[in-house]
């Protein structure tokens, strides 16, 4: 494991954690826990080989990483019922998409 790979993994960890402390601090269990499940969208790189490149760039290569779904991840995050998981997602796509570029 390189370290930009460990690094992208703690981001993709204390991220939305962090987003929880700072806005919604008194549900703050829930908020992590929704927001972390936003890290699911992953399994869709069970679908290729090798299951986990560190040099290939997630956002449009797999399923529910492509271009055409993260407005679907926006319009979730202002939905108030779905907003948690939304931000989760978003979240993840951001950080995936930063370690694109860098």
């Known amino acids: 494991m ?3 790979f460990a690094i992208h993994i703690i981001l993709h960890m204390t991220v939305p954690v962090l987003v929880a402390v700072l806005f919604y601090r008194d549900q703050l269990r829930f908020a992590s826990l929704m927001m972390l499940a936003g890290w699911l969208i992953d399994f869709d790189h069970l679908l290729v080989t090798p299951i986990i490149d560190q040099d290939r760039c ?3 290569f797999h399923l529910l990483h492509r271009y055409w779904i993260v407005p679907i991840y926006a319009i979730l995050a202002l939905i108030p019922k779905t907003r948690l998981i939304g931000l989760g997602l978003l979240i993840h796509v951001v950080l995936d998409w930063i370690d694109c570029y860098l």
Do not use: D
Request: charged share 0%; aromatic share 0%.
């Open 2 to 4: 390189t370290l930009s």
């Open 58 to 60: 997630s956002i449009g």
